[in-house]
């Protein structure tokens, strides 16, 4: 990670299972990307598989037990998750689908949808209006993703552009996404390492922190924000009940910490770690908020 963390006028807006000073981790998920928890417990991971390898990816219901259950089989590199209603959309490299709790999987939105090129469909979110976000997180430049988006859909699936690098320079690969705050979305930006708010009256765009590495996951918990370094293996929070307070570091030592969520009843932040130089790598972390 480079840089210093500094926060800029915050507002408010099994197969194999072990248990280690109160973390329990589920191993034997081969990279896992996306934790998505429900109202009524669940929690759901998407499991990429094979890097870049079409039909292996599968989304994955795990429980603090360590067991695991497949919910759905045959995806390409699933990411994002957003479970609404009765619904798991989940991005799916350059698509995003639908997926019913009993496994049926359909089509939703495919690139042609989309009002321009888009490259890497990361993340989702939706807000109190039922509109979804999602990131597009670019394309790689000579090292660095480049050229990525934040779009938006309306409860009718017209897609439009939210935010880009046009809006402001931060805005070059937007990876996680969070709409817990009224008439806000939260943005965590893997290339540029700043988290931003965008205001969606105007889509004003504001930095709110920076220093994050590979900014990756967004997870809301009673007064504190999570953020995911994907790249510094760190997990980073902010109390937002107290302005001008700069981050602070909540755990370290994870292998690319993906997107994060938190469990319904807020005793556990949930880490899919994906461990993606290993080719069979990755595990899912429950880490007690304490």
């Known amino acids: 990670m480079q840089g210093s963390l500094i926060l800029i006028g915050l507002v408010t807006n099994l197969l194999c299972f072990s248990v280690s000073a109160e ?3 589920i191993d034997g998920i081969v990279h896992p990307e996306s934790a998505c ?3 009524d417990g669940r929690i759901f991971i998407s499991e990429i598989g094979g890097v870049g390898k079409k039909g292996d990816g599968r989304i994955l219901e795990i429980f603090t037990n360590g067991d ?5 089989s045959g995806l390409n590199d699933p990411k994002g998750l957003l479970v609404e209603g009765n619904t798991i959309y989940v991005t799916d490299v350059d698509e995003i689908k639908k997926v019913s709790f009993d496994g049926n999987v359909s089509p ?4 042609k949808d ?3 090129k888009i490259s890497f469909l990361n993340d989702l979110t939706i807000d109190r209006n039922t509109i979804i976000y999602v990131s597009d997180s670019g394309a790689v430049v000579n090292g660095e993703r480049r050229g990525g988006a934040v779009y938006r859909i309306s409860s009718t699936g017209k897609i439009s552009l939210l935010v880009d690098s ?3 320079p931060n805005i070059q690969a937007p990876n996680g996404l969070l709409a817990f705050q009224r008439g806000f979305l939260m943005v965590a930006d893997f290339t540029t390492g700043v988290l931003s708010r965008i205001r969606l009256r105007n889509f004003s765009v504001k930095k709110m922190a920076e220093g994050f590495g590979g900014g990756d996951g967004l997870a809301f918990s009673g007064t504190k924000l999570y953020i995911s370094d994907w790249r510094g293996g760190k997990i980073w929070s902010i109390d937002l009940t107290a302005p001008g307070q700069n981050p602070k570091l909540f755990k370290k030592g994870f292998t690319n ?3 994060i969520d938190v ?10 770690e994906m461990m993606k130089a290993t080719a069979d790598g990755g595990r899912v972390n429950f880490i007690p908020i304490k």
Do not use: C, E, Q, Y
């Open 114 to 116: 989309f009002p321009r």
């Open 166 to 168: 046009a809006n402001d």
């Open 257 to 259: 910490p993906a997107d």
């Open 23 to 25: 973390v329990i981790t």
């Open 68 to 72: 695991k259950k497949v919910i759905a």
């Open 37 to 39: 928890t429900t109202r």
């Open 108 to 111: 939703w939105i495919g690139p």
């Open 263 to 272: 469990t319904s009843d807020g005793k556990f932040l949930v880490v899919p």
